[in-house]
């Protein structure tokens, strides 16, 4: 098999300009609620894009929990790797791979804290078993082996037997504010439909077709 014969033809409804909702996160919602109603495998998982201290990117993927007008909101371990480079450079992209419909949403922005009373609520919805697996995992760093993993897991079972988990105080919710918005859809001859969101001075966001 040779990888560079490997390709299909994208063959999405077009999107116009007329198409597109004003605000581009409703736009994103409008998008986001096609990909579950399509059965798409996790659709609300995003590609998350960090840069480190010495400009070296990374990525990794998170499930988008909210997205409403504050940004979009995921959780994870706050000293892993993607939240030490997110906090230390507040800046982030995130792409939706919604391949199933020949769609990518990419989004760029800040990133801000999610308030803890609001990670409180979060953690306190989520399974019990992921609970423990948020105080046992130190998401990122060197784990002597996966025995080791499984023990700590016990260990915090049994360290909160009999009574709710609360939030560590290492794990809460970041926020991508968007700033930049691109909207894609595949189209037959590789003449996809691309459309960018940005603010201007005034704060409106305006929307340009860019080349594919
Ligand atoms: C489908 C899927 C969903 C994931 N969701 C999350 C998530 O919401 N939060 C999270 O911290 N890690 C999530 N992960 C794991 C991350 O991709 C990553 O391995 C982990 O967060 C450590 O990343 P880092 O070392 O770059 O910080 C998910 C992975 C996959 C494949």
Redesign the pocket.
Same mark, same amino acid.
Request: hydrophobic share 30%.
């Given at each position: 098999m040779k990888l560079e014969d490997l390709r299909r033809e994208y063959t999405g409804h077009g999107l116009s300009r007329r198409d597109l909702d004003p605000d581009p996160l409703q736009q994103l919602r409008a998008w986001l609620a096609q990909a579950i109603d399509a059965g798409l495998v996790?659709p609300t =998982?995003m590609v998350l894009a *960090?840069v480190g201290p010495d400009g070296r990117p990374?990525q &990794?993927?998170?499930?988008l /929990?909210d997205a409403d007008a504050r940004g979009l909101t995921?959780?994870?371990?706050l000293e *892993? &790797? /993607? =939240?030490r480079e997110l906090l230390a450079h507040p800046r982030a992209s995130a792409l939706f791979p919604w391949l199933g419909l020949c769609r990518q949403v990419s989004v760029e922005g800040r990133i801000e804290a999610v308030p803890e009373a609001e990670a409180d609520r979060y953690f306190a919805s989520r399974p019990r078993d992921s609970q423990l697996a948020a105080w046992a995992s130190p998401? *990122?760093r060197p784990l002597a082996s996966r025995r080791a993993l499984d023990a700590a897991f016990a260990e915090q079972a049994a360290r909160f037997a009999g009574r709710p988990v609360p939030r560590p105080p290492f794990w809460g919710g970041l926020r991508l504010v968007p700033e930049r918005y691109e909207f894609w859809q595949g189209r037959e001859n590789r003449l996809h439909d691309r459309f960018v969101y940005e603010k201007d001075g005034a704060g409106r966001w305006r929307i340009q077709r860019l080349a594919p």
């Open positions: 996790d =998982a *960090s990374s &990794r993927v998170v499930l /929990k995921f959780y994870t371990n *892993s &790797r /993607k =939240a998401q *990122s």
